[in-house]
Structures are given as C-alpha cells and as structure tokens.
Nanobody
C-alpha cells in the first residue's frame, strides 16, 4: 500500500519561502509522474506543479517562476520549493501521482501566507 507523507508547511509572511517535502513509500516516485496539488477553503483541489518520470516539469500559471518541483530518487521524496509567497497561496498542499490515485491522498501540509 502506497503512502505519501507531506511536511514543511507553516505560517510565513508574504514574500517569504517554504520548502515542502513528500516522502513516499510503496511507490517509486521516479517511475511515476508526480505532482503537488493545493486546496484552499471552498475551492477545488488544483494541480500546481508536476514532474514527469523523465524529469520534465510543468507549473500552473499562478505559480510559474515562483515554485520549483524536484525529487531525490535516493530518498524517494518529492519537493516543492516555494518562493515569493503570496496570500493567495494559502492552502493545504498535497502530493500524489498525476493523474492522482484516490487512495494515495495523504493528510497534506498547511501553508498560510500572511499579508
């Protein structure tokens, strides 16, 4: 059974940075297309960054040039470096395959950006 555990969220002022981690077990992240999703209160969950098994990356327009997705194959972990954070980035952040498997959703990690 695959398990994805997100960490690294917190409270940060606008303009600040955070690095999220997604530690995987039961799934090899380098063999899968992986992504970071976020969900704000009252909003649908959206994909904000993805990395293919081949290492190509894609970003939502709202985070392009501010967020960077990467992975460490030895640690079987996916990262999301978030710079120049804005209040509208406030959300719960989750990692999953792209497209997602419903059984892979973890608890996520909360990011709150104050203005």
């Amino acid at each position: 059974q695959a398990q994805l555990v997100e960490s690294g969220g917190g409270l940060v002022q606008a303009g600040g940075s955070l690095r999220l981690s997604c530690a995987a077990s039961g799934i090899i992240v380098s063999f899968n297309n992986m992504g970071w999703y976020r969900q704000a209160p009252g909003e649908q969950r959206e994909l904000v960054a993805a990395i293919t098994s081949g290492g190509n990356t894609n970003y939502a327009d709202s985070v392009k040039d501010r967020f960077t997705i990467s992975r460490d194959n030895r640690k079987n972990t996916v990262y999301l470096q978030m710079n120049n954070l804005k209040p509208e980035d406030t959300a719960g952040y989750y990692c999953n395959r792209v497209p997602p498997y419903s059984s892979y959703w973890g608890q996520g990690t909360q990011v709150t950006v104050s203005s």
